[in-house]
């Protein structure tokens, strides 16, 4: 009896080792963020149509030079040329930046640099082209604005790459949250408010290329003013595309450009402009 129970042992044992299996697989991970950086500026002011002239004593109130030989309103100032010739006074204005080549989420740039650029006569004089422009990461940005007259329009670009993770598979829900502020803060304190003087206007202009090489413009959002609030905050915008990259220029204008109020206040104004750019995807 003890034997055949041995037996009987044995093949069970055998029949479960003929039941086993095993499987080898090998799997691949791509991993891929996205990075947001100000990338590019530009500066350029117009010349004007006419001469302003105003009172010296009362600069609110215009005044004629002609009269002056009838004595009256002899002590009259008036901007520009005497005869009307273009007399360079866009390059009073001129701005400072300093940057690297882009690198990765806080790595320090090679070939750090610093560049001063005049104002472009009408049209924009800018640091990159737009194709360089996502190369390279601004560091610091300055605007020295010092035209007899208010007018100066100025630009920055803050450049978005998106995740080269190809969002392009059926059912794909992507939906980019794209949200805008600008905030300015005077920072001279001595009663003068630059961007009521200058009547100064913002706007925003996004433009974007999809991973499968087409472009995208998103919106213009036209000008806003201040008007006396310290916050411009446009709706948020929602981008249902697999981005690649994005482009949003914050466009600056000084609006005040005919009659007495164009005339730049010798007292130095100082302001301070933050941009808030946020592309986000928000939870279902």
């Known amino acids: 009896m003890k034997n055949i129970f041995g037996l009987i042992v044995g093949l069970l044992l055998v029949c479960s080792n003929a039941n086993a ?111 360089e422009a996502f190369n390279k990461e601004l560091q610091s940005l300055t605007f020295n604005l010092g035209s007899e007259r208010y007018g100066a329009v100025y630009f920055l670009d803050v450049c978005f790459r998106a995740t080269q993770i190809s969002y392009d598979y059926p059912g794909s829900t992507i939906n980019w949250a794209l949200q805008r502020q600008v905030t300015i803060t005077d920072l001279a304190n001595n009663g003068f408010n630059y961007e009521e003087l200058s009547g100064l206007q913002v706007r925003a202009e996004v433009a974007c290329r999809q991973k499968n090489g087409s472009t995208l413009t998103i919106n213009d959002s036209g000008w806003s003013s201040f008007n006396g609030n310290d916050l411009i905050n446009w709706a948020k915008k929602n981008i249902t595309k697999d981005l690649e990259k994005c482009k949003v220029r914050y466009y600056f204008k000084e609006s005040n450009r005919s009659g007495v109020a164009s005339i730049r206040r010798w007292n130095l104004q100082e302001a301070r402009v933050c941009t808030y750019t946020s592309f986000n995807e928000p939870a279902l």
């Open 21 to 131: 299996i095993s499987l080898t697989f090998k799997l691949d991970i791509f991993s891929s963020g996205s990075d947001i950086y100000a990338c590019n500026a530009g500066l350029k002011h117009g010349t004007y149509q006419q001469r302003v002239c105003y009172e010296r004593e009362n600069p609110e109130q215009s005044c004629n030079p002609a009269l002056c030989e009838e004595g009256q309103a002899c002590n009259c100032v008036c901007t520009g040329a005497i005869n009307g010739e273009d007399d360079g006074e866009y390059r009073l204005d001129y701005f400072k930046a300093s940057y690297t080549d882009w690198a990765d989420h806080g790595t320090v740039g090679a070939n750090f640099t610093r560049k001063v650029k005049e104002a472009g006569k009408s049209n924009f004089n800018k640091l990159f082209t737009n194709n």
